[in-house]
């Protein structure tokens, strides 16, 4: 069995769609459904079972010698979330918690990660896994701090020898964009944000630039295509000898402009684009920067190239958002 906790989120129930493709069975979703369609994420794949994040541990008790591997994607990952509680509770016990109990079984642990643990970005965008370099980060919010303490906590036991998973891996995930993202509210991708808009011809409202450094919409953020992401996992699941802490990008910075011309030309539309000031709340904390460095990932050996901004958005428009069942 693979269980993948938060599998009928965004990212996580992407990898499933991806594993199932890939013929892989024994998949056992890990997350709370509630009451909306987000059970439509995973209504596709072949399960071998649904369970509650509160009765995970006892699952992976009664079945450690059936699970090859755990894909740990569940977490609070609003980077607004101002509950610092609930986030130690569902960010940092719980990962800790699995990465003990992989460690106990000899089970494969991959985590996800975020390129938020970087901050604003001062002292660059490096996936080096130390804890030196990481002790240089300053996250701008609790999501990131508690990624970032997680990361911490894992390079303090590598530098001591410790005992680790057979394979281990940390991904930064940057600016994932793509289906099933629906029931994510406000922290949907711009892309999921604007289209109705640009598909009623617009205008489409981005944030104005409080830095005089970039003009409105020249924000620059590496946007990644989730289907990307999937494939990623599912490639570290089938090279068990790479463990490491990865940056998942594109490697290239693009601008909200960028990805506002990309949403209207998917439409077969004019751009038309307004500005708004970027609320007072976030402001301080916005990042006006993301770039991935994609070089440890290289040399680990992933060769499958990346989707660019317009081929994603191109995708993730008219084969999602524009039809009648969008979910993947």
Not at 233 to 246: A, C, K, Q
Not at 261 to 280: C, M, N, Q, R, W
Request: include cysteine; proline fraction near 4%.
């Amino acid at each position: 069995m693979i269980v993948v906790t938060g599998g009928a989120g965004f990212i996580g129930s992407n990898i499933l769609a991806q594993l199932s493709e890939d013929g892989h069975t024994g998949l056992v979703v890990c997350d709370w459904l509630e009451t909306g369609d987000k059970w439509r994420n995973i209504a596709k794949c072949e399960l071998e079972d649904v369970i509650a994040p509160e009765a995970l541990m006892d699952f992976l008790a009664r079945n450690a010698g059936q699970i090859n591997a755990v894909i740990h994607m569940g977490a609070i990952s609003s980077t607004t979330e101002t509950d610092a509680d609930l986030i130690v509770r569902s960010n940092i016990r719980l990962t800790n918690d699995l990465w003990d109990w992989c460690c106990q079984t000899g089970t494969r642990l991959i985590y996800a990660s975020s390129a938020a643990t970087y901050g604003g970005g001062e002292v660059g965008f490096d996936d080096e896994m130390n804890a030196e370099a990481l002790a240089k980060l300053r996250p701008l919010n609790a999501y990131g701090w508690s990624k970032h303490m997680v990361d911490r906590r894992i390079a303090r036991r590598l530098a001591m020898g410790a005992t680790t998973p057979p394979q281990w891996v940390g991904l930064k995930f940057f600016n994932v964009y793509g289906p099933n993202e629906y029931h994510k509210g406000g922290q949907k991708s711009v892309v999921a944000h604007i289209h109705p808009s640009a598909r009623d011809g617009g205008p489409v409202r981005l944030f104005r630039s409080h830095n005089p450094d970039y003009e409105d919409g020249g924000q620059l953020r590496d946007f990644v295509y989730v289907k990307d992401c999937a494939r990623v996992v599912s490639w570290l699941l089938e090279t068990p000898s790479v463990s490491g802490l990865f940056n998942i990008g594109t490697g290239e910075a693009r601008s909200f402009k960028d990805l506002a011309h990309a949403v209207f030309a998917a439409l077969g539309k004019e751009p038309s684009i307004t500005y708004v000031d970027t609320p007072e709340q976030i402001r301080d904390k916005y990042q006006y920067f993301t770039e991935a460095r994609m070089d440890r990932l290289r040399q680990a050996g992933y060769r499958a190239p990346f989707t660019s901004l317009e081929e994603g958005v191109a995708d993730y428009v008219r084969t999602y958002l524009e039809a009648e069942d969008p979910y993947r």
